[in-house]
């Protein structure tokens, strides 16, 4: 009976963490939407928030963030079970268990000024603007001005700050082709 006991205290620990880190994420999704400019045309009607695929970040956002304003826009929050179901939208949460469709999301919404946020390691290389991460047991986010700034959004300093940076493959490509060459002397 006492081990049991203790195993299921350690299960409600375990879950009421997992409960408050995706508390957290929903949260971090408010702040990008409070620190990123949009292009006019993503200034009118409500401020859309789309959650791809099934997970408890969907009831967070609709429990946190449903209903607040970002500037003169209501936030709504909508969920996508699959990528067709996914419509226009200031910001794509796409969850772990999907993370696989990023390529045909960055496709799908290519032209778009949807930000793609996504939450397992290494997606801001795959074509996720913002990427939250755990570092260290505590919640961060890896962000990519540059793919941002193609979709012609514009990322607050302190957001920027806040962030770990990355560029992405396109920029670093870029910057290569452009460097001096080292190996040439001029005579």
Known sequence: MRVFLILMFLFLIQ??????????K???VYNFAK???WPARYNEGDFVITALGNS??????????????????????????????????????????????IEAVGKRLQG??????????????????????????KLRFEIDPTRLEKKRIIASQKLLE????????????????ESPDDTHVPR
């Not at 793609?116 to 047991?137: L, P, Q, Y």
């Not at 806040?162 to 082709?177: F, R, V």
């Open 15 to 24: 879950t009421f963490a997992f409960s408050q880190n995706e508390r957290l």
């Open 26 to 28: 929903s949260l971090f």
């Open 35 to 37: 620190n990123i400019e």
């Open 56 to 101: 408890t970040i969907y009831d967070e956002l609709q429990q946190n963030v449903k209903g607040k304003r970002i500037g003169n826009q209501t936030v709504q929050v909508r969920h996508a079970a699959q990528l067709s179901d996914v419509g226009k939208c200031h910001i794509l949460y796409i969850t772990f268990q999907e993370s696989d469709m």
């Open 112 to 137: 778009t000024s949807t930000v793609i946020v996504t939450e397992k390691n290494g997606m801001i290389g795959h074509g996720a603007d913002i990427n939250i991460i755990e570092c260290n047991g």
């Open 162 to 177: 806040m962030g770990i940076k990355h560029e992405s493959e396109d920029t670093k490509k870029k910057q290569l082709s």
